[in-house]
């Protein structure tokens, strides 16, 4: 299934937050939401999963989702969202518990995601017990579990030190290169952009406009940590950025 935003626009009271927003999100990609602090990325994640409709415009979903799907739209949050006591096999199992399945196909289905994190071994673990980085892999195996057709993924790892990030970038890349799934993903992180991102859509600071959207061709899996040819995208993005991020700072000084 793709996603189409088409001429999405958003206020807030008498805040205008977003503008004309048009963009396709092509299943098999994961689109990156780059901008200034408080450009509307996160109410744009909010109104592609339905959360809030949209004061103008329309968020429209081309073709099947992917078969098996029990949710098309389901977001990974920046703080994991686990219940505390429940083992990570609980966890995810809470995904599938509102949809009527055979409990052999519910166990096929978490030993899958299970597989897919690398969390095998810590099914019967509870979250206390696990690193931030196992977590947010949790987060991720739950999110897989009901076969969505995107994930709305909100800044999922801003919560991690920079070496968890590192390890955690590599999973998705490893996750998305066995099995290419759809996202869009919101970060304030260029360099997060430029690891995952098969395109980044740069935002203008409030009201929100696309100002570019920029591709990258390279082959996630070959997107090394500390690569030249990604440093100079994630220039680029900065210089697109770097005025406006200023300027945003400065109005929230205001505020
Ligand atoms: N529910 C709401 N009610 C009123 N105003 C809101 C609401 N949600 C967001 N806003 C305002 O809308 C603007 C955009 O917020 P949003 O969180 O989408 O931006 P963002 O780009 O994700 O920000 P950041 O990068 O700081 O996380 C901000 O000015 C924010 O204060």
Known sequence: MDLRLDNISHHYGDTEVLRDISLDIPSGQIVCLVGPSGCGKSTLLRLIGGLEQPGGGQVL??????????????YIFQDFALLPWRTVRGNIALALEDHRMEAAARDDIIADVLARTKLSEFADALPKQLSGGMKQRVAIARALAVRPAVMLMDEPLSALDSQTRELLMDDLIGLWTRQPFTAVYVTHNLAEAVRLGHRIVVLSRRPGQIREVVTLDTPLADRAYGDAALEEQQQYLWGLMREEAAAADAELIHV
């Open 61 to 74: 979903q081309l073709g099947a989702a992917p078969e098996g799907c029990l949710n098309p739209l389901t």
